[in-house]
């Protein structure tokens, strides 16, 4: 059985996946850890938890031994709007920590390790419809410059030590559960909390805004399909493209309305402006498509109503 250690396991997505995986796999195979964030109860009592720094490789070679772990997902991020307001601290969590991960699972023989990667790596320069896997990687954010580091790395680990990482660039995440930390694309989950509390929401971004964008159900899927994928088919390893939905803030304000008419909409750009516009419209994820079998199940009217849905249940 694999034992399956989850780093970041209380924020967005670290903390749903936690949970999938605890059904899949099996509650005491997933090891859920954070550095000082409490956890909810369902991730407390669900299954094994663990406070630790991933920058203290001491304590973090005890965890992995007390859990005989063979696989690390590595959840931990600084994101692109708090990197921008503290690069150091980005280049430290998501580069030191990073390092920390894939040294211990070189030494420990690990089985595998999965680092997500972002949108982020993309930049002004590179093509923004369709974004094509291979391209131009010259981010503006040091979120950005970090995952591209990484995305390195982590294929220089598969070709140098035959370790086995994988990675794939989430787009914008929206999801109902736990609210996002410090992205660009927050505004994505913001716009439907408001949406059910105030019927209004004034919007970080300009409303032609058009990003790449993924429902938490498809996220959950695209992660655990790529963990579950046959190394030998990979051609890629750290940096598959994956693709979901493309909107603008106006077309979501739309989708909005079919179920809450009275819906309103203003706009007040900040910095997160210039970090949208320097990231793609759309995304081309056909190696993922081809080499795992990658296909989102959600679009975004339907995300629209499952959303709303339930936030109508959580919020009222
Ligand atoms: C962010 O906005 O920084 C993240 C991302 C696209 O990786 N959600």
Redesign the pocket.
Same mark, same amino acid.
């Given at each position: 059985m694999k034992k399956i250690l989850i780093i970041g396991a209380v924020g967005q997505i670290g903390s749903e996946l936690t949970l999938k995986m605890r059904e899949i796999y099996g509650n005491d195979n997933v090891v859920a850890s954070t550095r000082k964030t409490e956890p909810t109860q369902k991730i407390k009592e669900s299954g094994p938890f663990e406070f630790f720094d991933v920058m203290d490789k001491q304590r973090f070679n005890e965890v992995c031994e007390k859990y005989k772990i063979d696989y690390i997902i590595n959840m931990a991020a600084i994101?692109?709007?708090v %990197?921008e307001k503290n690069p150091m601290l980005a280049w430290d969590v998501n580069m030191n920590g990073l390092i920390n991960v894939l040294e211990l699972a070189r030494e420990k023989n690990m089985k595998q390790v999965l680092i997500p990667s972002?949108?982020?790596v993309f930049g002004p320069e590179t093509p923004q419809v369709n974004t094509p896997q291979e391209t131009i990687l010259r981010p503006t954010?040091m979120?950005g410059v970090t995952?591209v580091a990484g995305e390195l790395l982590g294929d220089y680990y598969v070709r140098r030590f035959g370790l086995d990482v994988r990675g794939l660039r989430?787009? %914008?995440?929206i999801s109902h559960e736990t609210l996002?930390g410090?992205?660009?694309?927050?505004y994505a989950v913001a716009i439907y909390y408001e949406a059910i509390k105030e019927k209004k929401y004034t919007c970080f971004v300009k409303e032609d805004t058009r990003?790449p964008m993924m429902y938490m159900p498809d996220c959950l899927k695209s992660t655990i399909d790529l963990f579950e994928a046959d190394f030998n088919k990979l051609k890629h390893h750290s940096d598959f493209n994956v693709g979901a939905m493309s909107f603008s803030v106006a077309e979501m304000a739309d989708s909005i309305r079919k179920y809450i008419p009275d819906f309103e909409i203003s706009y007040e750009p900040d910095f997160r402006q210039a970090?949208a516009d320097s990231?793609p419209d759309s995304v081309d994820d056909s190696a993922a498509r081809e080499e795992w079998g990658w296909s989102p199940d959600y679009d975004l009217d339907a995300m629209t109503k499952d959303m709303l849905e339930q936030l109508e249940k959580k919020l009222k």
């Open positions: 994101l692109s709007a %990197g972002s949108i982020a954010t979120y995952k989430y787009p %914008g995440i996002p410090g992205g660009t694309t927050d990003l970090i990231w």
